[in-house]
């Protein structure tokens, strides 16, 4: 017992700051969010009781709610797929041995630096819908090109909207995700490679059988950065269209809504989908390394 | 003997841990002789007229203590949040800011601010305030704030220059919405902006005064209590004429605010802006003269209507020290507070009493029409409608911004009215 004390206490001591927050903030905090969506409690005075699932039905009943949530799909797919191709491009450039990778690293990596709520302010204007003699930002670039014809309503489109705030945050993450895939690529022994160039493989062949499948750890990393954080967007849409305009509503920009306006069971309802959301992207990916740590 | 010392290092380490963990909190409660007056007036026109108003708090109560409670941010909507948690964990501040009418409603309804019909009473209020202004404050027959200011909604804010290049007279008046669709017409066809507005609440505000120029001021207030009817007709009418009026404004409104819609009539490239008063600050702070390089005049079809909005002071429930918010409450109904608060911020007084012999040309303008006409709340700031109610109007309003859809607007409308007249 004693002996068994001197071997696990010391760790377990450290350690039980940690676990003591997590579990209270973290899933204490979330089993009060999951208590309080299932209440009445749609202004600042206490519930007064239980209502089940009404909350969430009154959610799926709402077109702005499903509204919302297609426009995080879209989001989410649109920021995933610049993201990958950008940083995917740019990193099997670099590899390929451009030159001065240094400097174009850390050009690509930069925006990642920049808060979303800074780079949004920029964005915001950049992207103003104003045509014609009004227009600023990327329209005025269009039309000073004479592509007066490709000048758009940007994140004011009434249905794809949503596609244009994507764009500031594929630019502001395709770097990082570069990072990822040049480490990856990095990663990929050169045995393999003169391995492959022995038996006679061309250099697409070599980077088609032999490197690409090495990075495929790496992509799903990539996936799941970038899934969980476009999941989660809120900064850059309040930073570019504020909390109140309809093309660029997401789940998280109602949930502030509702709780500015004291619905705080409504906004806990919008706050738990939110996380299932996101658990349905990382449970699995956890599962997965978990299995992956365990099988070594 | 070592591992009990790293033991007792790690203990340490913990318990500081926590300690720096749980800090932060607590309240600053104010002492004896203090009152925290929170507001949101933190730069601007406002933080000038709030310090005034200070200015005449500590000459008439020397031995009382002002504490600035001012947060920025979100035109007002961080200092809400920041009070709804203070207000919360029954930590109020010694008074704060609210627009008078119905945005008090939440507060009344959670027990946060006293009644103060007695003080009124007691203090001669009842007198000092026009009558019109005591309607409109009254909620189920008590007063639970006191106004500092008033604030008039329905102006049209208008470029002389630009409407006597488009060909339309600058002194015209307009006694209904279609008349001056005719003037929006020809500004239109000698390109400027015919009229410019700027994000969701902005469009709020003009619906506000469509609503009350096509309705009427009677069927306008019938709209907050449910004795007129979202779904009727007679709506149907103004949200189209709403709708027209839209397409006279700028295609980029969703990314401007108040100031740069303002701002396009001043520098000549829009002819009118539909704008509550606070605008004149703009147009003084530019040297631009009443009268030449910009003219006002009510929203047409709302002329002898007042569509007024005012900042308030409340008693909280368990003010750290009554007598000092009290204090506070005076100076902001005295004459005297009044006049300093005014001048600085461009409103006009609420009090009839307080002396506005220099203040400027369109804010005397302005009291006129406060004691001549008939007033009525506004919507977009809060005196006619809750905050949960407006919010369900600014979405409604938002969505029909990209769509185009009269039907759904009314359809939203309709169904947010419903939902809050019921509770």
Known sequence: MHHRLKRFGPPLLLISPTIVLVGVFVYGLIAVNVNTSLTDRHTRAPAEGYVGLENYQALFSDDTFLFSLRNLLLYTAAFLAGALFFGFLWAWLLERGARGEGIFRTIYLFPMAVSFIASGVVWRWLLNNAQGDRASGLNRLLGSLGLDFLQTSWWTHERWGILAIAMPAVWQLSGYIMALFLAGFRGVPDELREAARMDGASEWRMYRHVVFPQLSPVALSAIIIIGHMSLKVFDLIMAIAGQSNYTTQVPATQMWIEFTRSDYALSAAIGTVMLLIVAVLIVPYLVATYRQERSR | ?423
């Not at chain 2, 709804?84 to 009344?108: C, K, V």
């Not at chain 2, 608060?341 to 461009?346: D, E, I, Y």
């Open chain 2, 1 to 423: 003997m070592r591992i009990t010392r790293r033991v007792g290092a790690a203990l340490v380490a913990t318990a500081l841990l926590s300690v720096a963990a749980c800090g932060g909190g607590g309240g600053s409660g104010s002492g004896e002789g203090e009152v925290e007056v929170f507001t949101w007036w933190a730069e601007g026109s406002e933080k000038e007229g709030l310090d005034a108003l200070v200015g005449v708090f500590e000459e008439q109560n020397p031995d009382l203590e002002f504490v600035n409670g001012a947060v920025a941010g979100g035109a007002g909507s961080e200092a809400k949040n920041v009070l709804a948690s203070r207000l919360q964990t029954n930590d109020p501040p010694g008074t704060f800011q609210a627009h008078a009418g119905a945005e008090l409603t939440d507060y009344i309804v959670q027990d946060d601010i006293e009644p103060i019909s007695d003080m009124y009473e007691e203090k001669g209020w009842n007198e000092l305030f026009p009558e019109g202004l005591l309607e409109q404050l009254d909620q189920d027959g008590e007063i639970y704030s006191v106004p500092s200011n008033i604030h008039r909604a329905n102006v049209v804010w208008a470029n002389p220059a630009v409407l006597q290049k488009a060909g339309v007279d600058p002194e015209a008046t307009y006694a209904s919405l279609d008349e001056w669709f005719a003037a929006l017409d020809k500004v239109e066809a000698s390109g400027a902006i015919p009229l410019s507005i700027a994000t969701d609440w902005t469009q709020v505000h003009l619906l506000e005064t469509v609503l009350l120029a096509d309705l009427g001021e009677e069927a306008y207030n019938g709209l907050w209590d449910g004795s007129t009817d979202w779904g009727s007709a007679e709506v149907t009418a103004a949200l189209e004429d709403y709708a027209k009026l839209l397409e006279y404004t700028n295609s980029d409104r969703q990314s401007l605010d108040w100031p740069d819609a303002t701002q396009l009539v001043i520098d000549g490239k829009a002819g009118f802006n539909v704008m509550g008063d606070w605008a004149e600050a703009a147009f003084a702070t530019q040297d631009k003269e009443f009268g030449t390089d910009y003219v006002t005049f009510p929203v047409p079809g709302t002329d002898g209507v007042f569509d007024f909005l005012a900042d308030s002071f409340t008693m909280p429930v368990g003010a750290p020290n009554p007598g000092a918010t009290e204090a506070w409450l005076d100076t902001v109904a005295s004459a005297e507070g009044q006049t300093a608060f005014n001048k600085a911020k461009g409103s006009i007084p609420a009090n009839t009493e307080a002396d506005t012999s220099d203040f400027g040309p369109y804010q005397q303008t302005a009291i006129e029409s406060f004691q001549q006409d008939a007033i009525v709340s506004s919507l977009a700031h809060g005196a006619a409608a809750s905050v949960s109610w407006l919010t369900d109007i600014t979405a409604a309003v938002s969505k029909f911004g990209s769509t185009g859809d009269v039907a759904g607007l009314q359809e939203g409308l309709v169904s947010a009215a419903e939902q809050h007249l019921e509770s």
